[in-house]
C-alpha cells in the first residue's frame, strides 16, 4: 500500500492552510508505516529507546482526542489506552496490531477534522486542563502540526532501523 500525501497549498487562507499542513503531517505518519508488518511496527528499533511505530500510531490518536475532543469539544471522556489519564501507556504497543492502531486513530482523525470543519472559526477556544487555560483551535492546529512533524522524525529513524526505507 503507498498513502498518498496531500499538497499543501502555497497560496490559500489561514485555516484552509492549516487543514492541509495538518493533513500533510497525518499521511506523512502513515507511509512511514506502509507495507510493514504487526511485528515490524511493534519493533523496539532504535534502542535503548523503547518507542516503535506502533506506539507513534496510538500516542498520536490520544493527542487528536485529547486536543479535539477533550480540549476543543469540551467532551468528557478517557484516554483511549488509559483510564487513568497515563499518556504514556499509548506507546505500549507490545501486544497491539496495526488493526487496532488504525482503527483508533482514524476514529480519532474524523472526529477532529468534523470539529475543526464545525467551529465558527479559528478563535473558538476550549480549556486545556494541563495548561490551565483557554486555548484557541488555531492553536490546537499548530500544535497537532508540530506534535505530528517532531514525531515523524522519530518515525524517520525508527522505520530506518527496520528496513533501511529513509526519505520524505
Same mark, same amino acid.
Given at each position: ?12 487562507? &489561514? *485555516?484552509?492552510?492549516? +487543514? ?8 506523512? #505518519? $502513515?507511509?512511514?508505516?506502509? %507495507? ?27 493527542? &487528536? *482526542?485529547?486536543?479535539? +475532543? ?8 478517557? #484516554? $483511549?489506552?488509559?483510564?487513568? %489519564? ?83
Amino acid at each position: 500500500m503507498t498513502t498518498e500525501r496531500p499538497a499543501p497549498p502555497v497560496r490559500a487562507g &489561514e *485555516r484552509e492552510t492549516l +487543514r492541509a499542513f495538518l493533513d500533510f503531517q497525518r499521511a506523512t #505518519l $502513515v507511509m512511514k508505516t506502509d %507495507g510493514l508488518t504487526d511485528e515490524d511496527l511493534r519493533r523496539r528499533s532504535s534502542p535503548p529507546s523503547t518507542l516503535s511505530l506502533l506506539g507513534l500510531v496510538r500516542h498520536m490518536a490520544e493527542v &487528536e *482526542r485529547t486536543w479535539f +475532543r477533550r480540549v476543543i469539544n469540551g467532551e468528557d471522556l478517557p #484516554l $483511549v489506552w488509559s483510564a487513568e %489519564g497515563d499518556f504514556q501507556a499509548a506507546y505500549d504497543a507490545r501486544t497491539a496490531t496495526r488493526a487496532e492502531a488504525f482503527e483508533a486513530w482514524k476514529a480519532e482523525v474524523a472526529h477532529a477534522r468534523r470539529i475543526e470543519r464545525a467551529a465558527d472559526s479559528l478563535d473558538v477556544t476550549g480549556y486545556q486542563p494541563r495548561w490551565g487555560e483557554h486555548v484557541s483551535l488555531r492553536l490546537v492546529m499548530l500544535h497537532l502540526i508540530h506534535e505530528y512533524a517532531r514525531h515523524n522524525g522519530h518515525a524517520d529513524f525508527l522505520r530506518e532501523a527496520i528496513d533501511g526505507t529513509v526519505g520524505a
